[in-house]
């Protein structure tokens, strides 16, 4: 399986909600945002090695605060050097390998953020919990069902206590997931690390298991269950 983590724009805490889903999947978590990544790195060969053929995509995973992490170069040079088409190789020889991907996708509609959700089997697509939230998330959506890749839920992040995600669920016709506001969640990212690895008794623990379960279940439109 190899999952997508997607957002119709920056600052909704996709690469929180993919870090901490790889960990409840016990997965590896891939950083494929080559201009802006932001997932933990560590020495080694990184993405943008593998995408410019330096290194292989098993050689650049490696294990950060217990999560098993294929991080993404930080320079200009290496994003430029990157041939986006060496990515879908790279995520199928990592799922050979460790059996399931969560890959944290590029904000917004941007080309490379194409090229990850056409290699995915699955798209959870991650909002704010504001109405104005919902057309970005839509626009996700719909360029998910271009690429054939199925939208197996959505993940309203930094949510108020009690909101109600049925619109949501409504509006992109997936199973719609609340991640609580959580100073250990800010916390844990801001190390690099799981919320679970840092505070397991936060509730946001519990809510990325359930984000975590909804994502793997399965998708309701696309390749997943043959919709075209």
Do not use: W, Y
């Not at 919990?129 to 996700?140: K, L, Q, Y």
């Amino acid at each position: 399986m190899i999952l997508a983590v997607a957002g119709g724009k920056g600052g909704v805490g996709k690469s929180t909600v993919a870090l901490n889903v790889a960990d409840a999947l016990a997965s590896v978590v891939v950083d494929a945002d080559l201009a802006m990544a932001d997932l933990p790195g560590g020495r080694g060969p990184d993405l943008h090695d593998v995408l410019a053929g330096r290194a292989s995509a098993l050689e650049a995973v490696r294990s950060v605060a217990g999560v098993r992490v294929l991080s993404c170069g930080r320079t200009l040079a290496g994003a430029r050097a990157s041939d986006v088409r060496r990515l879908e190789p790279a995520l199928r020889a990592v799922e050979r390998e460790f059996g399931a991907v969560v890959v944290d996708c590029p904000a917004g509609m941007a080309a490379d953020a194409g090229v990850a959700l056409a290699v995915a089997d699955r798209v959870g697509v991650v909002c704010e919990p504001t109405a104005f939230a919902v057309p970005a998330a839509v626009r996700t959506r719909a360029l998910a069902r271009e690429l054939d890749a199925g939208l197996a839920g959505v993940v309203v992040n930094q949510a108020p206590e009690n909101l109600d995600v049925s619109r949501f669920s409504r509006a992109l016709g997936a199973p719609a997931v609340a991640v609580p506001e959580s100073d250990a969640v800010a916390d844990a990212q801001a190390r690099g690390r799981p919320v679970a690895r840092d505070a397991p008794d936060a509730p946001a623990v519990d809510a990325f298991a359930a984000v975590a379960r909804t994502l793997a279940d399965g998708a309701t439109d696309g390749r997943a269950d043959g919709d075209s």
